[in-house]
């Protein structure tokens, strides 16, 4: 199995969990927050979705999903188009709303068809690539590509269990 294939099956993994997460949910559940200080699931959704089509973006050196297929537009939230989350604040966190749950699913697919295009043709050399010296050490290709899985796991681990705790309210 080449590294490219791990690569898309994580990306596939997150894809799968994502769609189990928003599946059957209403707006209003996809809004809910366990208090005024936490992360609703629409809000962890477009957040995961946001930060994997920013990243790889950058490292295929392509216009970003949310900006080239009008994303933004169809959200329609009051940040700028850049905006992927970090560093929000709750205010902020509540204004992800959507009207019907297959906005989430339909930028996460969008995003997620982009990416697998992307890391299908990299080749195993290809993920040494120093894609950024900010960090010490750089960071490569790899590393950036596991990293974004790894944070999309994690938040799409955290929507599941706001989602456990909306199915039991």
């Given at each position: 199995?080449?590294?490219?294939?791990?690569?898309?099956?994580?990306f596939?993994?997150?894809?799968e969990?994502?769609?189990?997460?928003?599946?059957?949910?209403?707006?209003?559940?996809?809004?809910?927050r366990?208090?005024?200080?936490?992360?609703?699931?629409?809000?962890?959704?477009?957040?995961?979705?946001?930060?994997?089509?920013?990243?790889?973006?950058?490292?295929?050196?392509?216009?970003?999903?949310?900006?080239?297929?009008?994303?933004?537009?169809?959200?329609g939230?009051?940040?700028?188009?850049?905006?992927?989350?970090?560093?929000?604040?709750?205010?902020?966190?509540?204004?992800?709303?959507v009207?019907?749950?297959?906005?989430?699913?339909?930028?996460?697919d969008?995003?997620?068809?982009?990416?697998?295009a992307?890391?299908?043709?990299?080749?195993?050399?290809?993920?040494?690539?120093?894609?950024?010296?900010?960090?010490?050490?750089?960071?490569?290709?790899g590393?950036?590509?596991?990293?974004?899985?790894?944070?999309?796991?994690?938040?799409?681990?955290?929507?599941?269990?706001?989602?456990?705790?909306?199915?039991?309210?």
């Amino acid at each position: 199995m080449k590294a490219s294939e791990v690569l898309v099956d994580g990306f596939g993994r997150v894809r799968e969990s994502v769609h189990a997460v928003v599946d059957g949910l209403t707006p209003e559940q996809l809004a809910f927050r366990v208090d005024d200080g936490a992360n609703s699931i629409a809000w962890l959704v477009w957040h995961l979705t946001r930060v994997q089509d920013d990243h790889v973006a950058e490292v295929a050196g392509r216009e970003q999903v949310w900006t080239a297929e009008k994303w933004v537009d169809r959200f329609g939230l009051p940040f700028p188009p850049r905006a992927t989350g970090f560093g929000q604040r709750s205010a902020d966190v509540a204004a992800v709303t959507v009207s019907d749950p297959a906005l989430l699913t339909g930028y996460h697919d969008a995003v997620h068809e982009a990416t697998v295009a992307y890391v299908r043709q990299l080749g195993d050399d290809d993920l040494d690539a120093i894609v950024d010296e900010r960090w010490d050490p750089p960071v490569t290709l790899g590393v950036r590509l596991v990293s974004v899985i790894n944070d999309d796991a994690q938040h799409v681990g955290q929507a599941a269990f706001v989602r456990g705790t909306v199915r039991r309210r």
